[in-house]
């Protein structure tokens, strides 16, 4: 099957950014087009166990220069 043919299943790697403030809230989710989601949590912790139970991995952590932290999960 083509790659780019309609109705052709979508194979590579998915990717969620994950934005949390340093007091365990949740300020911003982000995620490739066609990556499978679940409704966001307001928790940080909580956001971030429902990802992890469904499969995503956490690839990179760092903090951004106004505090927030960010998570990039990825899931193939």
């Known amino acids: 099957m083509e790659r780019n043919q309609i109705g052709s299943a979508w194979q590579g790697t998915h ?9 365990n ?3 911003g989710f982000y995620s490739s087009l066609n990556a499978p989601t679940e409704p966001v949590n307001q928790l940080c ?3 971030l166990s ?4 469904i499969g995503y991995k956490i690839s990179h952590v760092h903090s951004l220069t106004d505090g927030t932290i960010e998570y ?4 193939n």
């Open 45 to 47: 912790s909580e956001t």
């Open 50 to 53: 429902t990802y992890l139970s």
């Open 72 to 75: 990039i999960l990825t899931k």
């Open 15 to 23: 990717v969620i950014l994950l934005r949390c403030n340093p007091t």
């Open 25 to 27: 809230q949740v300020v």
